[in-house]
């Protein structure tokens, strides 16, 4: 036998309510007995208790009566057969105007206690089952509706009773007993006393009704059913990548809803957990969910949490002063007055020190907590034994739950690893000695961005999401776009990484899209957009979104972007650029980046600086960081001019290679960058200051390739006239090359912390001789690498190889730490 109990949003409408007779439908095909347990319609009980309260005040109920009445009527009219539509409107009218005497009395009295409420409460319960009873008929004949407080007992505690099991198992299996062939629809919630007056089961009652009948009938299963598809390992609100777990311990559901979770409330489920009565949560709307499964000897789990629960708004109080020390009293004085006040403590937390109390309460009681405070300690404040009371609002909770967390260690390590490269601010934490739940307390406008990156830092089984904003979509630009779009699938099988574009910006225009840019139409969109660009505007709104995992990149030659780098990092953002002009500038500008991105625990990625996608900054730093020392770099490092002195050759002329180096996407946007020198200065210079070595542009001793006339062009189209005027020049310097049997090569070099670039002809003997078209060639002398050098080679040059180091180092962001 089954216990099914729907909540109030299963029985709120007459959608709601044909979807719960479907459900009804199916199981009774399945022959198994069920009993079917409901909760008022959705928002009746709160509309009850508002007319109370009205009631006792005078002031109008009878316009929510005739609401509530309206509601059920409307319900029974589409959904009870008309032949018996008269009698379940009869018996409906009768509970309303019984009610409507109670409400009168409270009016008459202004006087509404405990005892009053339930009665005037239990209207919803009875008002519902019974017309759901008579609803059912229509599938099931011998259908009947049970007033649970004739067989549920209780002591007078009115508001939240105690049950007495020994009575109420006795009536309840008596009752079954008796009715086993029929459907009963019961009345969650309501129970009475010995007196026979209405009692109720306090928060969660209908579940505890379901909970009590299962346990007394030892049935083989309690469904939960509601509208939300089981318990999710977090708020779906908030966290799109939330799903519903298949199973959890009792404990665990236990821990998930003490905070947050609403769907059930389990502290009322004891008498099934006693019993090992599993409990299943499940969907309304979407009966094909297998359903949330609470219950004992669970299959194991691959990850160590199991979810991750959270409350919005809460308030902390914070005491603090001398006079708590080593005062054995001090928090069962502060805890008991809280408690006999009814101000529900959420959290609480006390520095080792003892010399301070941090707890957390609702909003709303607050202030009452605060006074109560006060009052209570009014000594120890007068003699500054406590410092005066504080309130911090407009906090959150955020807490890991699971079992599995029990002695595992660097669960918290990871916890506050994502919460600290998010640039999340923890303002309390707790851990329950049961190991079983770490709470933190934070800044609640970054609930949202905590919430998603401590998901993705415990579902690893899931995927990453890298938020990401580009600023340049030129040759490299719009190679990496179609490179991640051709590469998001393997991406997302393989390496559990989901890159979302969610900003785009040219000098043009801008785009900004949350839900993430299409990449199949994005220069259309970006062209199409609305919005000028404006690149401070750009970045406001990326730090505004404050998304977890958040990357920008820089794919321009332009300075401006550089500037916001810093802001970016301050913000948590991860920076990857092959733009060289943020590393190249100042020495202190390069050290104040790595230091501010090393400070906030985010990336700052530029292996496209040096040899475009050849592993070459990460080479160097592998060598850094294992210990060796760098005697000396010897490395052509242009593309450009690799490409121009391997193609520069028989009938070819100079101005004509340089052009076609520019059409392949190897030079800079301007290429009397690469031929003047500058790139591979910044190039030299980067290297540099990886290597350890505080170099500035003025250091570098760089020999030209170019006559003075092209050197000092004043554009680039004055520079392509002066290439050819100087036809002659490069004709020469061919020529002389070609009769020494030599080659032309731009070589640059590293040695004790000095950096010089010079235009060289070398011979066969040369190990840099035998290069070929666009290659970069960087060779390392190290103390461990002396008598042979490490060296690495190939294509330096070039949208794809280029784009295809940008992405990597995308892909590379957080990798390492979450
Ligand atoms: N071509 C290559 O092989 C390699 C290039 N790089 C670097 O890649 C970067 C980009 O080069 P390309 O794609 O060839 O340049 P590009 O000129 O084709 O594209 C630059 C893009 O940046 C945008 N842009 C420029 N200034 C901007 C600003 N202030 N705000 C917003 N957007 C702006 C432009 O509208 C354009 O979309 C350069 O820094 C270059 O040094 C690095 C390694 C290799
Ligand atoms: N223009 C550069 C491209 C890489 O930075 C080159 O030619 O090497
Ligand atoms: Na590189």
Redesign the pocket.
């Known amino acids: 036998m089954k216990i099914l109990k729907f909540g109030g949003t299963s029985v709120g409408s007459v959608e709601a309510l044909k979807a719960l007779k479907a459900v009804i439908k199916t199981n009774l095909d399945q022959k198994e007995q069920i009993i079917i347990v409901v909760s008022a319609m959705g928002g009746v009980t709160n509309q009850l208790l508002k007319m109370a309260e009205n009631a006792v005040e005078r002031l109008d109920f009878s316009t929510s009566l005739l609401e509530l009445e309206k509601r059920h009527f409307a319900v029974i009219k589409e959904l009870v057969p008309l032949q018996q539509q008269n009698q379940v409107l009869t018996k409906l009218k009768l509970y309303f105007q019984e009610l409507e005497d109670i409400l009168q009395g409270i009016s008459s009295l202004q006087e509404l206690s405990a005892k009053t409420k339930d009665a005037v409460l239990s209207f919803g319960e009875k008002s519902s089952a019974f017309m759901i009873s008579r609803i059912l008929k229509t599938i099931h004949e011998k259908t009947e509706f049970l007033d649970a407080s004739l067989v549920i007992k209780t002591d007078s505690s009115y508001g939240n009773a105690k049950v007495d099991f020994e009575q109420t198992n006795f009536l309840v299996k008596d009752y079954f007993e008796h009715h086993k062939e029929e459907l009963v629809v019961v009345t969650g919630f309501i129970s009475s006393d010995n007196q026979q007056k209405i009692t109720t089961l306090g928060r969660g009652g209908s579940d505890y009704t379901a909970a009590i009948l299962g346990a007394a009938l030892d049935a083989s299963q309690i469904e939960i059913w509601t509208d939300v598809n089981g318990m999710m390992t977090a708020d779906p609100r908030r966290v799109k990548k939330a799903f519903s777990m298949e199973e959890l311990s009792y404990t665990e559901a236990m821990e998930l809803s003490f905070f947050g979770a609403k769907v059930i409330y389990p502290p009322t489920m004891i008498p099934a957990f006693l019993k090992k009565i599993p409990i299943v949560i499940k969907n309304t709307f979407e009966p094909d969910f297998e359903g949330t499964y609470i219950k004992h000897d669970l299959k194991p789990t691959q990850t160590i949490i199991r979810g991750i629960s959270s409350v919005d708004h809460i308030s902390i109080i914070n005491i603090e002063g001398s006079g708590m020390v080593g005062k054995a009293g001090f928090s069962g004085r502060l805890f008991s007055l809280l408690s006999r006040e009814q101000v529900n403590v959420i959290l609480i937390t006390q520095s080792s020190s003892e010399h301070s109390i941090t707890f957390a309460v609702n909003p709303d009681d607050a202030l009452k907590a605060k006074a109560l405070i006060e009052l209570e300690f009014e000594l120890e404040l007068q003699a500054g034994k406590l410092e005066p009371v504080k309130i911090e609002t407009n906090l959150s909770i955020l807490a890991i739950v699971g079992e599995n967390m029990k002695k595992t260690p660097g669960i918290s390590g990871k916890l506050f690893n994502a919460l600290g490269r998010n640039g999340v601010n923890v303002v309390a934490i707790a851990q329950g000695s049961s190991e079983y739940n770490i709470s933190v307390i934070i800044y609640q406008q970054d609930l949202s961005k905590a919430l998603n990156a401590v998901h993705d830092a415990f579902f690893a089984e899931l995927q990453k999401t890298l938020n990401v904003f580009v600023?340049?979509?030129?040759?490299?630009?719009?190679e990496l776009l179609n490179q991640i779009n051709g590469h998001q699938e393997f991406l997302a099988k393989n390496n559990l990484i989901n890159i979302k574009i969610l900003g785009l910006?040219?000098?043009?225009k801008m785009l900004i899209d949350t839900d993430g840019i299409d990449l199949a139409h994005w220069k259309a969109a970006l062209d199409s957009s609305s919005a000028k660009?404006n690149?401070e505007e750009f970045v406001a709104q990326m730090k505004a979104l404050n998304l977890p995992n958040c990357v920008f990149i820089?794919?321009?030659?332009?300075p401006?972007?550089s500037k916001f780098y810093k802001e970016a990092f301050e913000a948590n953002i991860s920076v990857v650029t092959?733009?060289?002009?943020a590393n190249s500038g100042a020495y202190s500008q390069f050290a104040d980046l790595k230091n501010t991105a090393q400070k906030h625990g985010v990336d700052f990625y530029y292996e496209?600086?040096v040899g475009?996608g050849l592993p070459i900054i990460k080479t160097l730093s592998d060598l850094i960081v294992s210990g060796d020392k760098i005697a000396k770099i010897e490395a052509i490092l242009s593309?450009t001019i690799s490409f121009i002195f391997n193609n520069f050759k028989g009938e070819h002329n100079f101005h004509d290679v340089v052009k076609q180096a520019q059409e392949k996407?190897?030079?800079?946007?301007d290429p009397r960058d690469d031929l003047g020198g500058i790139?591979f200065m910044r190039k030299m210079l980067i290297l540099a200051r990886n290597a350890g070595f505080e170099v500035e542009a003025s250091d570098v001793n760089l020999g030209a390739i170019l006559p003075q006339n092209c050197a000092e062009a004043p554009n680039v189209d004055a520079f392509y006239q002066e290439l050819k005027n100087s036809n002659a020049y490069f004709e020469k310097m061919k020529k002389d090359a070609a009769q020494a049997g030599k080659v032309l090569r731009y070589i640059g070099k590293l040695e004790n912390g000095k950096v010089e670039i010079s235009l060289q002809s070398v011979g066969a003997d040369h190990p840099f001789y035998a290069l070929s078209g666009s290659d970069n060639i960087i060779a390392f002398t190290t103390d461990r690498y002396n008598e042979t050098q490490m060296v690495v080679k190939g294509p330096?040059?070039?949208?794809a190889?280029?784009a295809a180091?940008v992405f990597a180092d995308l892909v590379k962001v957080g990798a390492s730490k979450s």
């Open positions: 600023v340049g979509v030129g040759n490299i630009g719009t910006i040219n000098t043009k660009a690149l820089d794919n321009t030659a332009s401006y972007p092959c733009n060289k002009i496209t600086n475009a593309g996407g190897y030079t800079e946007p790139d330096g040059a070039g949208a190889v280029t180091g």
